[in-house]
């Protein structure tokens, strides 16, 4: 199971660097910054609510923002499948609003301080004022190296195939992470991110820079202690 995915991973990455050399790329930069409360409603549910602000390297400066709420399902401790809405105003006056569906899974190395997580998502969005809809089915893996108490380093690297009379590979991401645990309730994540356009006119190379802070909050009923 681990030797196939790891195959899997490779295999698209070099795939990536072929198709990488097609076309010359524009490049940009652009700093996320994120913020998640995520709140345990009981045992299997919970709702997130993310904020989150993009800055990108041209005259204004402003990308776009974000609110996006979802509700998460846990199956098993190792899967979860989550639905989620997100509206986004973006410099260019195109908002869009987008639903998605996400399936979890993660495999713990026994022994081993290292897990693999796989993430796929469908994805649906619409531009208000265009009326344009992309759709996507995306697929993520994420190489988590349980390091200390205090920070775990992260690899993933995500493609996005895009529908809507395209059907093609559209972008590709990889990203480094550390996550740094702040408390029992809070964490940090700094990350720097490279994505890639490709089968498009005008391609982008992304250099992405990123910290996104989560917070968590149980509302669960806690079972009161028998006397005596």
């Known amino acids: 199971m681990i030797y196939r995915i790891s195959f899997i991973l490779l295999l698209c990455m070099f795939c990536n660097v072929l198709l990488s050399q097609e076309k010359p790329r524009e490049e940009a930069t652009e700093l996320w910054f994120g ?44 899967f979860n499948i989550k639905g989620q809405y997100r509206y986004a105003f973006t410099d260019d006056e195109h ?21 693999i997580a ?11 004022w265009t ?11 994420t190489l988590d190296y349980n390091l200390s108490k205090l920070v775990d380093p992260a690899f993933e690297y995500e493609w996005f ?5 395209d059907n093609e590979f559209r972008r590709s991401r990889y990203t480094l992470s550390l996550q740094w645990k702040l408390n029992k309730r809070s964490e940090l994540v700094t990350f720097g991110r490279l994505e890639e356009e490709y089968n498009v006119k005008r391609p982008e190379r992304i250099y992405i820079m990123g910290l996104a802070y989560s917070y968590d909050l149980d509302f669960r009923k806690k079972k009161k202690k028998k006397k005596g």
């Open 35 to 78: 913020a998640t409360l995520k709140m345990k409603l009981t045992k299997k549910f919970r709702l997130d609510l993310e904020q989150q602000l993009r800055l990108e390297d041209h005259e204004n400066g402003f990308d776009q923002t974000f609110t996006e709420l979802g509700l998460r399902y846990k199956i098993t401790d190792n």
């Open 95 to 115: 908002n869009e609003g987008r639903w998605s569906i996400d399936l979890d899974y993660t495999y713990d190395i026994k022994n081993f301080p290292l897990d």
């Open 118 to 128: 796989y993430r796929f998502r469908f994805q649906d969005e619409k531009v208000d």
């Open 131 to 141: 009326g344009e809809k992309k759709t996507y089915i995306r697929q993520r893996i």
């Open 161 to 165: 195939y895009k529908f809507n009379q």
